[in-house]
């Protein structure tokens, strides 16, 4: 079985970090299991921490309507980060994570994480530019499906459509 510094060092996302850096991010969290089923965060929730998936999968559940139910957004794998709205923003959780999967994160205390970027970490810094460029993948596709859409003088269906890929990829 690996170690959790072996786990995080052949993680995709991790390859470009030293063994120093990778030292550092296991400081500013915990590898933590989850059983399918196991909430991981819940909507309106005060967490500070960032989550890096390494095994396993996390469904993203956003509550709206009328009902109040709660609706699939998306799921998460190996290799995703999930929390990085909440950390940048410092607000509540928009949506619910949930282990989809029997699952296993390296679980990243936010409150350590802004604090060792303030104070210069490479590791910390490495880990907020990938938080940057998830952030702004996540843009980019919004703002061309938003483009496409006015583009075409869409109909209020088509209107309907894109507001609902909005809530459901920009909820969280």
């Given at each position: ?9 052949d993680h995709q ?19 933590v ?11 309106g ?63 990243i ?64």
């Amino acid at each position: 079985m690996l170690s959790h510094r072996d786990r995080l060092k052949d993680h995709q996302l991790l390859r470009q970090f030293s063994e120093k850096e990778i030292e550092e991010l296991l400081k500013m969290g915990e590898i933590v299991s989850l059983a399918a089923g196991k909430t991981l965060f819940a909507e309106g929730a005060s967490d500070v921490h960032l989550y890096l998936v390494l095994e396993g999968e996390v469904e993203i559940l956003k509550t709206y309507g009328n009902n109040g139910e709660a609706h699939l957004l998306t799921v998460l794998g190996p290799g995703e980060l999930l929390g990085e709205m909440g950390w940048v923003l410092e607000r509540p959780r928009k949506v619910t994570a949930r282990a989809k999967t029997n699952l296993v994160i390296l679980k990243i205390d936010g409150a350590l994480l802004r604090e060792r970027y303030q104070h210069g970490s490479k590791a910390a810094m490495r880990l907020v530019y990938l938080m940057l460029g998830a952030l702004a993948r996540k843009l980019t596709h919004m703002n061309d499906e938003l483009l496409k859409v006015l583009e075409r003088k869409s109909p209020p269906s088509e209107l309907a459509a894109l507001r609902e890929r909005l809530i459901r990829d920009w909820s969280f």
